[in-house]
C-alpha cells in the first residue's frame, strides 16, 4: 500500500515522499500490514475557507482523508493535493514546515493517528 510521507531534510525544509506499506497475505481476511503502535485517533473537521500559514506537524501521525481535500505545500514550492482515502505520514515535526489549504472551498474530515515516539 503506498502512502506519502512528509518529512525534514537536511536542509530544514519539508519534502515528500511516496513509501511502501508492506502487506502480507492473510488469506481469507486479505491482505495487511505488521502492527503500528499508535497512541489514539483524533477526528479532525475543517471549514472550507482553511488556510494555515507554515507550521510544522505537531507530531509524527497518520493522516487520514475522509471528505474533503487538502492541498499541502512544502518549502520548495512543490503543492500536492490529498483527496478521500489517501493517506499522509507526517512527520516533519522541525524546520520550516509546511502550508495547508482547502480545496474548492470543501470542508475536510479527517482522522489524525498520532505514533508512539520511534524507538
Known amino acids: 500500500m503506498k502512502i506519502t510521507r512528509i518529512y525534514t531534510g537536511e536542509d530544514e525544509q519539508s519534502h515528500f515522499e511516496e513509501i511502501e506499506i508492506p502487506l502480507f497475505d492473510q488469506g481469507d481476511i486479505g491482505r495487511l500490514s505488521e502492527i503500528f503502535s499508535a497512541s489514539g485517533v483524533?477526528?479532525?473537521?475543517?471549514?472550507?475557507?482553511?488556510?494555515?500559514q507554515w507550521h510544522n506537524a505537531p507530531r509524527r501521525q497518520y493522516i487520514v482523508m475522509l471528505e474533503g481535500s487538502v492541498e499541502i505545500e512544502i518549502g520548495d514550492g512543490t503543492r500536492r493535493v490529498f483527496h478521500p482515502g489517501e493517506i499522509l505520514l507526517a512527520e516533519d515535526t522541525t524546520g520550516q514546515g509546511h502550508i495547508s489549504r482547502a480545496v474548492n472551498g470543501q470542508p475536510r474530515k479527517s482522522l489524525f493517528i498520532p505514533l508512539d515516539p520511534e524507538p
Open 42 to 52: 483524533i477526528f479532525r473537521e475543517n471549514p472550507g475557507d482553511y488556510h494555515y
